[in-house]
């Protein structure tokens, strides 16, 4: 990231963790880079925002991702992810009240009177964050520290438990709520058919192809992580039975996707996709 900063760079991002696998950046790396170049550093620790401030607590450890790391000068949470509040509210934080006033929206030309919103979005509603004030007295400190020690508990066990299964391996290290994982032997989304049919909700992955299992309240019940573990052992030992075979259901979508070179391509489709769900025609 160093090397790709010149002077039209006005921001670095780096993830807490990103979604794809789980990881988190180096943030005190990136912070180093961004305070030798007095350029901002936003860390996303949206699905990760209520994880990560009660690892430590939950038993567990990570690098420190927030304001304790010099450089670091806004931090995004969501709020309806590992924080359990309805959809529709959200969390920036900012190192100094000088970055916020970049994300109002003014306008004072309208007919209409001088327009300013917080964000760029207009109307909102005060019944959500309400839910969410609720949501959040409801579980409290104590609640968080309980459900990352579970998450956190079953993500190990998770990972542990694929990184004992030949002909597949965990990606990275990931340290929060996801795990990811792929193979060299055999096409990775032949998997996510098996293990759908099994009752399993299991995210496709691209560049390179993986899978990845969001760990939630749900997966930490007795049994669910064991079971899991067990049905992915007889999914690949039934891919392994011919390594070589091709995709076949919804996998066919994410090989064929990553194999071509226009984008606007997959873009197109994409959107046909949205376009079949509003068809109200018989
Ligand atoms: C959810 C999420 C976001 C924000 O996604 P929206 O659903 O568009 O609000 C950003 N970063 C990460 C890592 C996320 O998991």
């Not at 970049?102 to 009177?113: A, D």
């Not at 917080?118 to 409801?138: H, K, V």
């Not at 060299?184 to 996510?192: E, G, Q, S």
């Not at 052992?233 to 090989?255: F, H, L, W």
């Amino acid at each position: 990231m160093e090397r790709a900063v010149n002077r039209n760079t006005i921001l670095l991002v780096g993830s807490a963790c990103g979604y794809p696998h789980g990881i988190i950046d180096d943030i005190e790396s990136l912070a180093v880079v961004a305070y030798k170049y007095n350029i901002p550093l936003h860390v996303d620790c949206c699905l990760g925002g209520f994880l990560v401030p009660f690892v430590k607590d939950a038993g567990f450890h990570i690098d420190p991702v927030d304001f304790s790391v010099p450089g670091v000068t806004s931090i995004s949470c969501d709020t309806h992810k590992y924080g359990f509040t309805p959809k529709g509210s959200s969390i920036i934080m900012y190192s100094d009240k000088k970055y916020r006033q970049y994300q109002y929206s003014v306008y004072t030309e309208w007919p209409g009177g001088i327009y300013i919103s917080p964000t760029i979005a207009g109307s909102r509603s005060g019944a959500n964050i309400a839910a969410c004030w609720a949501a959040l007295l409801y579980y409290g400190y104590n609640g968080y520290v309980e459900s990352t020690r579970k998450i956190l508990s079953v993500r190990q066990k998770i990972m542990n438990g694929l990184e004992k299964i030949d002909d597949i391996f965990v990606l990275g290290k990931p340290s929060l709520s996801v795990v990811a994982f792929g193979s060299k032997r055999f096409d990775i989304f032949r998997l996510t058919d098996l293990l759908t049919k099994k009752g399993w909700n299991i995210n496709a992955l691209q560049f390179p192809s993986a899978l990845h299992i969001c760990l939630t309240m749900c997966h930490v019940i007795d049994g669910v992580a064991d079971d899991f573990i067990r049905d992915v052992r007889e999914s690949v030992a039934i891919c392994m039975q011919n390594p070589d075979e091709k995709t076949s259901g919804s996998g066919v979508i994410y090989g064929m996707a990553q194999q071509i070179p226009d984008r606007s391509m997959v873009s197109d489709m994409a959107c046909q996709y949205l376009n079949s769900i509003y068809e109200t025609t018989d």
